[in-house]
């Protein structure tokens, strides 16, 4: 027998073997990758909360999620990206993953960049430097960054604001901010929810009440302040048109301690004494900006004041106020404060 003849009688038993062989190989990979997309990455239940940060590549996030066990084969997962096309299209960011969640489920999160929320209660009457702090507690933004850029004259003209800052514009609301959004982005989301709840016919009334937009905030925030029971508001509103009617001061205590850093209560006679454009016991008038930033029902009420005989008010330490046409009925009532406060 030839040698010819014999290598074919070989590869005629041979091929037909390896073949099989390689089949059940690729047979059992599929199977195995069928497995890993369709199984959970982690063997127990938790969420996983981590960065994937900007330049890393389809292999390096596929062994960071192997090694935070949202997925349980880093290969696999690579090879999934390469399948689907998707290994340009992975957006950076922080984000939680579910350890129930599938590679296929994994990756079109990564895809679609729907990374983690965090989520930022403003409360109304909140001041600039409470929204700075509040962000970065909230680990969005350095306090001092949000304030220098809320005072920034070219960021604010873009933003179409006759304002020196943000004060009064930061609109109190519930926000879901990601860390992959910047100290502009942030502000410019607040100053839109203003502008959302201060709608034209707003805008309308306030040039009928003869007032611009930024007069309106400046009371607001002052309303805002003085006000507890939302009744009230327009009340309170009415008394300080009232007062700015006859060209008497507004002496609202929260003014007088508006631009002292870190004050906490209570307001002394040092206090209403001292001088500031923000004092309206110093100064007649409206002060240079509002003092915090006021919600809906006290723009509402000053836009919509109460039409009211009352020039005086003091609290009756319920947060309700007693409310007095003269001077002399306001004595009385402030020394029933001071009376029910010691």
Known sequence: MTLMKRIGITLLYVLPAALGLLALAASVFVFQFWLFLNSPGGARPQVREFDIESGMSAADIARLLQREEVVSDARKFYLLCWLKES??????????????STPG????????????????????GSTLADVATILQQAGLAAAEDVIQLAKNKEFIGALDLQSESLEGYLFPETYYFSKTQNEKTILRSMVHQFRVHFPS????????NGLSVQQVVTMASIVEKEAVVDSERPVIAGVFFNRLSLNMPLQSD?????DLPDFSGPITRDHVRRQSPYNTYQNRGLPVGPICNPGAKSLQAVLYPGKVPYLYFVSNNDGTHRFSTTLEEHHRAVSLYRKNSN
Not at 106 to 111: E, F, K, Y
Not at 201 to 208: C, E, G, N, P, T
Not at 254 to 258: C, L, Q, R
Request: charge should be positive; hydrophobic fraction near 45%; avoid cysteine.
């Open 87 to 100: 290994g340009q299209k992975l957006q950076a960011g922080e984000y939680a993953f579910s350890s129930f």
């Open 105 to 124: 489920q994994i990756l079109d999160q990564i895809v679609a960049g729907k990374v983690l929320l965090h989520r930022v209660t403003v409360p109304e």
């Open 201 to 208: 016919h707003w805008q309308a009334q306030a040039q009928k």
């Open 254 to 258: 929260p003014t007088a301690v508006y």
